[in-house]
Every structure is written in C-alpha cells, then in structure tokens.
C-alpha cells in the first residue's frame, strides 16, 4: 500500500503518467517498467519496431503468461478443491485458461481499449483480446514476479469474474471443439483406444490417443473412454495452438495422404457389354491408373 503512494507520487511528474494510470486501473497497482505491458499490448500485425529494426510484438510474452497462467490457475484450483481427482483438476483449470474465458476476461477489465493492432488482424483473430491477457500475465511476472502474479488473479480476476464452483460444473466440450476446428480446417481427426488398464481400486482406466492425419496429437486418460477422449482432445488443441512445428508437420501430412502418388489420366477403353434394352454394344470411358514403373 506504501508502496502504491510513493509510486503514485513519482507518476505526477512524469510526462507518460497517463499511460500508468491507464494500466494501474486493470492492475490495481502501479507498473514499476511500463515496457512490458506496452509490449504485452502490441499484437504482432502493429508496426512496431526496435532500433535495431526488429518487430516488437506480444508473442513472446504471451508463450510466458501462458505458462505462468497455467501454474497459477492449478495452484488456486488445487487449494479450492480439496481430495478432487487430476481428471477434474485439468478441466477446470483448462475451463479457466481457454482462449473464450480470457478473451472474455480481457474485456471485462477493458485490456481490449488499450491493444494495439490493425483493423484488418482484428476480423481474422477472434482471440486477440485473450491473447494479450496471456501477455499482460507475462508482464506482470518479469514487472513484479509471481506473487503478484497469483495476487492479480486471485483479487481482480477470479474474485470478480468468476465463480470457481459454478465453472467447474459447466460442460466444455473439447472433443467437440477438436472436431469443429478438423472441419474447418478440412483435416482428418481419429480416435483410437491404444490402452486399458486398473486403477489400485481395481477401476477401469482407459487411454485414447487422437490422430491428425495420421499424426499421433495427444494421449488422454479418463476413467471412461468419453473423458479420454476429451483429455486427448484437450491436449491436442493445446498443441495446435502452441506448437509451430507441429502445425507445419500435420499440413504436409495432409498435403501428402490426400494427393495421389500416381495421377489418374481417363483413358478410353472398349468395353463389351449387352444394352439391355437395345441388344447393341456400346463404349465405355473408364478411369485406369497409370502402372508404376517399379515397385518396391
């Protein structure tokens, strides 16, 4: 708190004092290097560059409040709910940390006045807003650490926005989800049950792995095989999204499981065959694929 007095007592005579004010009222407190929430603010289409003529965007900042969100969410929700299973531990914390809860969240404490993009980004990423809260979360560690970290999302986001109790009893459908994003993006998605095993207490335990194109995307364990597939689901989202390599890796798997190894050329070929109502014969044009030179 004394702190706070003799931060905002320094900010009167600062030219940029204005630029604090505006992150101390979503903070709660004032930023002591307001660079790293202007760069958590910068979605990647902005202009902005270093002096040395690299980009200044978000990106990397929201890789760490990613990370930092995760640790924060599972320590809060862990303490909550007390002797609940893993299972049920991830889905709410995921719930909680889902690009729809941030985005939202981003929102309600006006973070999405104060991103920096241009107009064109703003209709292709729905996500933009959630995106930047990540980042804000990774400004705020490298600002003042993790303690202030966990504080932010205990007073100002979670005691204010949301009720644990009441988020971990909505539905979230990643399986769903997984399938609406492989439409889309017009991928082939496959779920196969590669383990089943006993829990101590002799309960069945079942793990599903989930394949794009063929690509192994994610194991989950449930004890049914629904919520495998939705831990499977979960996981593979999570790697669409993070991982870059992984997203290249799947179009070229697409690229190649649906373009034929040997192209088809239509070639015209007499066919006998009796026109059952005319008695004459007649020519078919049929498709017959060219043979291989070698076969391996």
Known sequence: MLRNQIDKIRLLFRKDRESYFRIYRILGFFPHDIRFYQEALLHKSSTMRSEKGRPINNERLEFLGDAILDAIVGDIVYRHFEGRREGFLTNTRSKIVQR???????????????VKYTSRSSSHNSY??????????????????????KQFMEQKILKQYIDLDKMSRKEMNFKSKLIEWSQKSKMEVSFELIEQL????????????????GLPAGNGTGYSKKESQQNASRIALKKIKNDEAFRLEILQAKERNHT???PEQPISVPKECTDETKGLPKTESVIIPETPSSVE
Do not use: H, W
Request: proline content about 4%; aromatic content about 10%.
């Open 100 to 114: 729809e809860t941030l985005n939202k969240l981003a929102v309600e404490i006006g973070l999405d006045k104060l």
């Open 198 to 213: 006993l829990d101590r207490d002799n309960n069945p335990i079942f793990c599903t792995e989930v394949r794009i194109e």
């Open 260 to 262: 034929p190894d040997t």
């Open 128 to 149: 933009m807003y959630g995106n930047a809260f990540e980042a804000f979360i990774g400004a705020i560690y490298l600002d003042q650490g993790y303690e202030r970290c």
